[in-house]
Every structure is written in structure tokens, then in C-alpha cells.
């Protein structure tokens, strides 16, 4: 995950410098002094000229708000390497800090009138983008109180989430769990990662364990309920004040292009459509899964025709179902595509798991790792008592090429698919930094998302991983092929209807159209409808089953996953006909192809200085998003999913009882 911010938005940007150690210990701030930017008069007789206003972004505005900018990631890059009461207030403070000089940058940009500019200039357009984005404040709009309670809500949910541990030792029965968990000795409290998330992916899928584990997990993670229905309140009233209905309008402005008449509708149909394009392959997946659980599990009673009990699905929230290839792999006799064990046997490093990426990168003629990242990255949970936010995450310091990643990673194959993807943010950050400061993002965020996972689709490859070495006696045949789809799929397939509903749901809770008496059956509505699951044991109201998902306690826009698992694919393909590729997509691998890199560079180069569609027929050629070239690669496997499913009687889709 990127660390999130709009920069053109400065919601968050902030007036103080932060000075940060690198093991996350308490900064000290002391404020800089922004009063120059006032004291700067603009020239009357320029503000229609959009040079003018080029010139005031990068000579008045771009050196104080990028010293701002730098400051706001220390101060949450501190709490989130090392949670103490006192980093929580230095992020409050910023937030503070951040809102006053948002509103005094947005209060002098709106001098600026280009009225009477040509409605094809470039230059004009962009600039009023720009002003548009920087007059639209956010959460930066609400009174000083309020935003201090707001960013209180979000880090007292993030630090619920973070902290959170349940009473649990896999080697014990859960009668002996239920006993003891009233008073769990510390030995057994165990926390998400890399405990919880580890079992997930174990094998033994014992399913009253699973059952017990994904259901205390909700229960350590839900008593944020009452500070979400309070922080959805904040938000719009946030939004409100911006001009947009409701917060989840405003998300979904992070994708809409005036200038090219992507209005709101046209987004919110774009994505219903691109899941429809996906649904039927989602569906013979999921009857596929399903019949191998029935097999595997047959105490379980599970229905032919049903929905499948969530905690049966490979992680903690159905996402993502790699865990299950064990049980699954359409055919068991060929190796399995799962590198982890050959990682321990070549006693791979964490250091080495992210110079592999820096060495796809670097291969491709893109940017190498500054020295900078590997000096201060977190790459693994420390081992000195600080409790941090493990889920991963890239950061950009905006100065000096201060780059970094903050990872818990584990020697195995998710987490270096993982490293990919948080290395794709950082190349990303990389490309655009001479930008000016407003441009210095990407097209949109789904692209930020994109980049890594694009590239790690040829990385997971299994000519790839057997010219790494750390695949062995793989064979080039059908069978294999059709394998490395299916490991591919439950990897990118299962988890799109997660994706899509995530935002889904929030963007009716922020409507209304979910009331806060709902937040739960309403969760569930979705999970059951899009991803065919259901919860393993009885929910209320009582419960908030989202909160046990770190986008939903961070505040985090979720829209962009599901966008960059469609628009990835689309990358690939471009990128592989760059390569000079010829074959099936799901076997391009693009390693060391320059003129891919060459492309691929072009675009990332551009942040967000063009409209997202600009920047998307940078690179494929066309300026929609499509699945189109997902389902070509995945056409070979959704015709034998077909026929498996068929001649198992097993019909895609699920009947609630």
C-alpha cells in the first residue's frame, strides 16, 4: 500500500519539521515559517496567465509545501514504527498544523481566474486542475476541534487494528482456548502477523480452529464500532463542506476527469461493468473451490449450491486463497508453484527477497534502491518491544529521494510477491520526483497500486521463477500452464469481489443508505452477493466485522485495488508487446526487456500531471479501463474450470439459504 495522500489536496501536509532516527523514537517538531507565502504578493496583472501560475507552484509554493509535505510522513511514520501516546500526538498536531496551511494556500490560489483561457490550452486545463484540487480541502474544512477529534478517531481505530491480539496457540484444542482465554497467559496472546496470518496459510485447515481464530480476531478488532459511526459523521461533514454529497463522492473524484467528461456516473458505471466482465470467471472459480473444500471436509456439510463458511478461504478475511493450493492445484502431480520451501532451503534473506526486486527493476532500465532506502526501511517487526503497524506500506519523503518501505515480511513467496508490489511505489515515487510538487502522485491511485503487481506478474512466472533458481523440475506443458493460471487466480480472481465490495459498502454508509444500526447485516449483504461467502458462526449488530480489515480502521480508499488488479493486466500486455513477446499472455515474462522498461518509464514519469486517461494510453494505447486482457489471460483456465465444474455437476454461483 501507498501512504496514501492527495498532494494537491494538502489535507495533511503541515508546518512543522520533523526530526526522525530511523527506530521510530519519539521526533521532535518545531514549526518553520510559512508567513512568505503571504508575504509573496502575486502580480494582479497575471493571474489569467497559466504560466504565471506554473512559475508560483514550483518558485513560492513547491519549496515550503514540500519541507511540509516531508514532515507530515515523519510525523506518521514515527507512530506507525513505534505507537507511544506521545507519536499519536505528533500526527494530531501535524493534521493541525496541515489544515491551517491548507486553508492559506487555498485562500491565495483562488486569485488565480483563468476564465478567459482557451479551452484547449493544456496548460490552462492543467492549472485548473490544480486550483480545483487545492481549493477542495477535504478534512482540512472542518473546525479546529473536530479535525483533532477525527484524526483521534482514525489513529485510536489504527492503533485498535495494530495492537490487537487474541488468545491463541495452534497446538492446543479450542475447548482448552475458550477456558483460558478469560485470562491468557502473555505467552499466548498472539498477534496478526506474523502469528494469525501464518496459521491462515498453514495446511492443516482445522476448521473448528480456523472457526475460533477468525472469529476472535473480529471480536479484538470490533470494538471500533462506535468511533467509526462517529468518524463516518466527520467525513462527510468533511465532504460537505468540499461541495460533494458524502464521502464516498469524494473518493471516487480521485477518478473522475472534467476535461474528459468522466463524470461520477460514468465511474460508478464503469465499475459495475468491469465486474460484470469478471463475474462468470469468478464464479467457476468459486464452484471449483468450493467442491474441493467438500471433499476435503467432509464434516463440514458444506452445500454444493451455497455460499462457502468465510473462514475457510484461505486468510483471515476471503481475500485471497493461495493458502488452499495445497488441496487444490488442478494437477497435484506437478510441482507446486509455491517457492517458500526452496526459499529456506536457499536460506533466502529479507535483504535479498528486496534486491531481487531492485534487480528486476534495474534490469528493466528503470530506477535503482537510493542508498538512503536500505539505511531506514523497516523491513522486518523489530524485536525491541515497540509495538508498529505491520501492514505494508511505501513512503515517499518528498526530499533527498527518501524513499522507504514498512514491512513485517516472512521468508516466503506471498511476502516477496508483496515486496513487488511496495517496490512498484517506490519506482513509482522514484519516476515523477522531478514533477512539480502537486504532480508528484500517481494518474490516479489504482495506478499506483498497479505498478508493482504488474511487474510481479512476470516474476511469478514459472520461467521466471526457474531462472531464479527457485523453481525446480518444471515442465512446459498444458498441465503446467493451467497450474500456474489457477495459482495466479486464486491470488488475483478471488480476491476482486473483496476488492469491489470494500468501497461498495462504504460508499452506502456514507450515503446513508446503510445506517449505522446496519453496519454489520449490511457488510454481510455484500460479502454474501459478490464473494459467496457467509459467516462461519452467528453475527449481530453487536459485531463490525469491517473493522477487522486495516483499510476500514486507517481510512483508507479501497476503490484502488480492484482498479489495479483489471488495469494490471492491461499494463502487461502493452509491456509484453514492447518486449516483442510472442505466445500466450500468461506466459510473457518482460525480465530485462528495456523497451518494455522504456514504456513502463515514460508513464510513471508523467504522475499525475496528465488525467489518468492521458496516462493510460501512454502506455496500452487506449484511455478506458477494460478486463478484456485479464480474461485473455486467464481464457485457458475459465474454459477448463467449465468443463470440471460441468462434469462435476457443479453449478457456478450459490443459492442462500
Not at 521532535?28 to 502580480?43: A, G, I, M, W
Not at 513487488?420 to 504532480?439: A, K, R, V
Request: proline share 5%.
Amino acid at each position: 500500500m501507498r501512504r496514501s495522500q492527495r498532494m494537491h489536496l494538502l489535507v495533511w501536509s503541515i508546518f512543522l519539521v520533523a526530526s526522525c532516527v530511523p527506530d521510530g523514537t519519539h521526533a521532535v517538531f518545531t514549526p518553520v515559517d510559512t508567513s512568505q507565502l503571504h508575504q509573496r504578493e502575486l502580480d494582479a496583472t497575471r493571474l489569467g496567465d497559466p504560466s504565471y501560475m506554473q512559475a508560483w507552484l514550483a518558485e513560492d509554493y513547491g519549496p515550503i509545501a514540500t519541507t511540509l509535505s516531508r514532515a507530515e510522513v515523519l510525523a506518521s511514520w514515527d507512530y506507525e514504527t513505534n505507537i507511544t501516546p506521545e507519536n499519536e500526538a505528533g500526527t494530531e498536531q501535524a493534521s493541525q498544523a496541515g489544515a491551517a496551511f491548507s486553508r492559506m494556500v487555498a485562500e491565495i490560489i483562488a486569485h488565480f481566474n483563468f476564465t478567459n483561457s482557451s479551452s484547449d490550452d493544456p496548460l490552462a486545463i492543467q492549472m485548473k486542475n490544480v486550483q480545483k484540487s487545492m481549493v477542495e480541502l477535504g478534512d482540512a474544512n472542518l473546525p479546529k476541534e473536530e479535525l483533532k477529534e477525527l484524526v483521534s478517531i482514525v489513529n485510536s481505530m489504527t492503533n485498535i487494528f495494530s495492537t490487537a491480539k487474541i488468545c491463541f496457540d495452534p497446538e492446543m484444542e479450542v475447548a482448552e482456548l475458550e477456558q483460558m482465554k478469560a485470562d491468557c497467559p502473555a505467552d499466548k496472546l498472539m498477534a496478526l502477523d506474523p502469528g494469525l496470518t501464518k496459521f491462515f496459510r498453514n495446511n492443516t485447515w482445522d476448521s473448528a480452529k480456523r472457526r475460533y481464530v477468525w472469529r476472535e480476531w473480529r471480536t479484538a478488532t470490533g470494538v471500533m464500532r462506535t468511533n467509526y459511526t462517529r468518524y463516518v459523521e466527520l467525513k462527510n461533514k468533511a465532504a460537505r463542506l468540499t461541495g460533494y454529497a458524502d464521502q464516498g463522492e469524494l473518493w471516487r473524484s480521485g477518478y473522475t476527469e472534467d476535461s474528459l467528461n468522466v463524470t461520477d456516473a460514468v465511474i460508478q458505471k464503469d465499475l459495475n461493468d468491469l465486474w460484470l466482465q469478471i463475474q462468470p470467471l469468478y464464479r467457476e472459480l468459486h464452484a471449483y473451490v468450493r467442491r474441493k473444500l467438500i471433499e476435503k471436509l467432509p464434516n463440514e456439510e458444506l452445500s454444493s449450491t451455497g455460499p462457502i463458511p468465510a473462514h475457510l478461504l484461505g486468510d483471515m478475511w476471503s481475500q485471497e486463497w493461495s493458502a488452499m493450493l495445497n488441496f487444490t492445484q488442478i494437477f497435484p502431480d506437478r510441482p507446486s508453484l509455491d517457492v517458500t520451501e526452496e526459499m529456506k532451503a536457499q536460506n533466502y534473506t529479507v535483504q535479498q527477497m528486496f534486491r531481487l526486486s531492485e534487480d528486476f527493476q534495474v534490469g528493466l532500465g528503470l530506477m535503482p534502491m537510493p542508498e538512503s532506502f536500505w539505511e531506514l526501511s523497516m523491513m522486518e517487526k523489530p524485536t525491541d518491544g515497540r509495538e508498529v503497524v505491520c501492514h505494508a506500506s511505501a513512503s515517499d519523503f518528498y526530499t533527498d529521494q527518501d524513499v522507504r518501505i514498512k514491512m513485517c515480511t516472512e521468508k516466503n513467496m506471498d511476502d516477496l510477491i508483496t515486496i513487488h508490489h511496495e517496490m512498484g511505489h517506490i519506482q513509482y515515487f522514484l519516476q515523477y520526483s522531478d514533477q512539480l510538487l502537486p504532480f508528484r502522485e500517481g494518474a490516479n491511485s489504482g495506478f499506483h497500486e498497479a505498478v508493482g503487481d504488474t511487474l510481479a506478474l512476470s516474476v511469478k512466472t514459472p520461467k521466471h521463477l526457474a531462472w531464479l533458481g527457485l523453481l525446480k523440475n518444471h515442465t512446459d506443458d498444458v498441465a503446467s500452464d493451467l497450474n500456474y493460471q489457477f495459482a495466479t487466480a486464486l491470488d488475483k480472481i478471488a480476491f476482486l469481489p473483496f476488492a469491489y465490495i470494500m468501497d461498495r459498502w462504504r460508499y452506502d454508509v456514507f450515503s446513508g443508505k446503510i445506517s449505522s444500526e446496519k453496519l454489520n447485516q449490511g457488510w454481510w449483504d455484500y460479502a454474501s452477493e459478490y464473494q459467496g461467502i457467509v459467516p462461519p458462526v452467528p453475527r449481530s449488530e453487536n459485531d463490525f466485522d469491517p473493522g477487522a480489515k486495516f483499510h476500514i480502521a486507517s481510512d483508507t480508499e479501497y476503490m484502488r485495488y480492484f482498479i489495479s488488479f483489471i488495469i494490471q493486466f492491461q499494463f502487461h500486455r502493452a509491456l509484453c508487446d514492447a518486449s516483442g513477446h510472442v505466445g500466450p499472455l500468461y506466459q510473457c515474462d518482460i525480465n530485462q526487456s528495456k523497451a518494455a522498461g522504456k514504456l513502463l518509464s515514460d508513464m510513471l514519469s508523467l504522475g499525475g500531471s496528465q488525467p489518468w486517461p492521458v496516462a493510460m494510453e501512454k502506455i496500452t494505447g487506449s484511455r478506458k479501463m477494460d478486463a478484456a486482457p485479464l480474461l485473455e489471460f486467464f481464457q485457458p483456465l475459465y474454459k477448463h474450470l467449465q468443463q470440471v465444474n460441468a462434469a462435476s455437476g457443479d453449478i457456478p454461483g450459490w443459492t442462500m439459504s
